[in-house]
């Protein structure tokens, strides 16, 4: 009577933790409470223990579905970056940006300069920071933005598209300076970005200087008010020097090279 007691006790108790999402609880309390029962642990340590898991699973989850939604293209963190390559993009100003103070600002975040220098690289490892901090996050190449956006107007599908963007902590606008002119397009990039402006952060990647935007948007006024918004309250870091692949790869070369030669004399 009492085991049948204890086993209705326990159906019960699993339904509960099922129908209250306390997945970990259902996983861990058998175990943990054999645990407790054998060292005398108190019961509140038998709890703590459960939530202790609980929480970590669902923060585990909550970042998981954070980096699923930011749609990164593939992962890059800082703990790869060879600092050493770029000799002014200081390391501590970049980590300190990771921390997130200025996504609570809405502050923008611009990497230029040359192709292979590792804007990408670094945009990406600010997004998955970023992510872990609970933040809403969207990477996307300025091209393929542009694309959707028109897209998006032709079906008359803009004002709920942008509105997602609203919603978002960080845009990550990769490679702005690729993008193939159109008025149309550019037009509503620039629309965008000004509905976010100094409510959603942006890190905007481009290896054009300022100077040549005009491109990018064909219209010297639209550039201008682009730039002013972006970086007005924005972070700028400025990559110089060859690509580092490219200097990689030509490293590795010589080495091989130098390896193989004879010994001379
Ligand atoms: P960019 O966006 O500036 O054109 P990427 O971020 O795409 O450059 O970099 C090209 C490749 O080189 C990537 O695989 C990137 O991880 C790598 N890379 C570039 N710079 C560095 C660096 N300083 N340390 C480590 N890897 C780097
Ligand atoms: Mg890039």
Known sequence: MQSLQNQDQQVLLENYLSALGLSMFLHNYQAYAKDAARSGESPERFLLALCEDEWSHREANRVNRAITAAKLPFFKEFATYDWSAVENIPKSRVLELAQ??????????LLLGNPGLGKTHLAIALAL????QAKRVRFYRAAKLVDELMTMQHTLKLSSFVSRFEKLDLLVLDELGYIPVDPKGTQLLFQLCSDLYERVSMIVTSNLR????????????????????LTHKGHILEFVGESYRFRHSLQQGLQSEGESKPEAG
């Open 129 to 132: 920071s970023a992510c872990r």
């Open 210 to 229: 300022f100077g040549e935007w005009n491109k990018i948007f064909g219209d010297e006024k639209m550039t201008a008010a682009f730039i002013d918004r």
């Open 100 to 109: 997130g103070g200025y996504l609570e600002q809405a502050e923008n975040v």
